[in-house]
């Protein structure tokens, strides 16, 4: 029912939505409704194991990379700016899910004369990054550092954990840093005194 529906729909935006397929119900089964029903019902993970026909046909059809891709949240920077003390950063969540547990994120400016980092909190609630919409952060790192040139990185750390393990790495290719837990910006800017 529509009333079912939008109930499920609304629980699973703030929650995981996990679960498997029990037979093969074309055109339900078939990938456009599947990969739509996704999306629509946050899916965060789905069994592989049962039921596999389903599994073969959306790989035989063609979707089942992009759910292997999208199952969950799945942050995307699209760009950065930096300009009179000021970054700009502009990420998406192309995921199906979103973020569900507290969680903050911060700029990391590293120094480059010195490797000194200095950790700006940038975002104080994640779960607001919403899937499907333009994410902008802006943060004046005036008087948080020192004047001098830094290369920037963003770092969504786990709040419980210290271990770089549980930060989430962004989908982009060639940012992430896995001894740090870091995505790489790819800026150096100059921070100039106040």
């Given at each position: 029912?529509?009333?079912?529906?939008?109930?499920?729909?609304?629980?699973?935006?703030?929650?995981?939505?996990?679960?498997?397929?029990?037979?093969?119900?074309?055109?339900?089964?078939?990938?456009?409704?599947?990969?739509?029903?996704?999306?629509?019902?946050?899916?965060?993970?789905?069994?592989?194991?049962?039921?596999?026909?389903?599994?073969?046909?959306?790989?035989?059809?063609?979707?089942?990379?992009?759910?292997?891709?999208?199952?969950?949240?799945?942050?995307?920077?699209?760009?950065?700016?930096?300009?009179?003390?000021?970054?700009?950063?502009?990420?998406?969540?192309?995921?199906?899910?979103?973020?569900?547990?507290?969680?903050?994120?911060?700029?990391?400016?590293?120094?480059?004369?010195?490797?000194?980092?200095?950790?700006?909190?940038?975002?104080?609630?994640?779960?607001?990054?919403?899937?499907?919409?333009?994410?902008?952060?802006?943060?004046?790192?005036?008087?948080?550092?020192?004047?001098?040139?830094?290369?920037?990185?963003?770092?969504?750390?786990?709040?419980?954990?210290?271990?770089?393990?549980?930060?989430?790495?962004?989908?982009?290719?060639?940012?992430?840093?896995?001894v740090k837990?870091?995505?790489?910006?790819s800026l150096?800017?100059?921070?100039?005194?106040?």
């Amino acid at each position: 029912s529509t009333a079912e529906s939008n109930y499920l729909t609304a629980q699973t935006d703030i929650s995981p939505m996990t679960g498997e397929t029990n037979m093969i119900n074309a055109p339900r089964t078939n990938c456009a409704n599947a990969v739509s029903e996704m999306n629509k019902y946050n899916w965060s993970l789905i069994n592989r194991d049962y039921l596999t026909a389903n599994i073969t046909n959306w790989t035989s059809n063609g979707c089942f990379a992009e759910m292997e891709r999208r199952l969950g949240y799945r942050f995307e920077l699209t760009n950065s700016s930096f300009a009179n003390n000021t970054l700009t950063l502009n990420l998406t969540n192309s995921g199906y899910a979103n973020v569900y547990k507290a969680r903050k994120a911060f700029v990391v400016l590293k120094n480059t004369a010195t490797n000194v980092e200095y950790s700006v909190e940038i975002s104080n609630d994640i779960r607001t990054w919403k899937k499907g919409t333009a994410i902008q952060l802006i943060k004046d790192v005036s008087g948080t550092v020192p004047a001098g040139n830094y290369q920037l990185f963003l770092n969504l750390p786990d709040p419980s954990l210290s271990s770089p393990l549980y930060s989430i790495r962004c989908a982009n290719t060639g940012t992430w840093d896995a001894v740090k837990g870091y995505n790489n910006l790819s800026l150096t800017v100059a921070v100039s005194g106040t």
